[in-house]
């Protein structure tokens, strides 16, 4: 008869999926701020303001 107990939690797997999340989250943030910067080098920075309250509304709303 097959041992249908819950699978023992493996500790390097879960090592491996934190350390993944943080990367991907760091690296999300580091795009972020370089369009940002990218912006601003073609528009005023109340332009980029007002892009970003614009694209944060939704998010705010909905997230």
Same mark, same amino acid.
């Given at each position: 008869?097959?041992?249908? /107990?819950?699978?023992?939690?493996?500790?390097?797997?879960?090592?491996?999926?934190?350390?993944?999340?943080?990367? +991907?989250?760091? %690296? %999300?943030?580091?795009?972020?701020?370089?369009?940002? @910067?990218?912006?601003?080098? @073609?528009?005023?920075?109340?332009?980029?303001?007002?892009?970003?309250?614009?694209?944060?509304?939704? +998010?705010? /709303?909905?997230?």
């Amino acid at each position: 008869m097959p041992d249908r /107990r819950r699978p023992s939690k493996d500790p390097l797997s879960e090592l491996a999926a934190r350390e993944e999340a943080m990367y +991907l989250r760091r %690296s %999300s943030m580091r795009f972020l701020e370089c369009a940002i @910067h990218l912006c601003v080098t @073609h528009m005023t920075l109340q332009e980029v303001a007002d892009l970003l309250e614009k694209e944060a509304a939704p +998010l705010r /709303r909905f997230g």
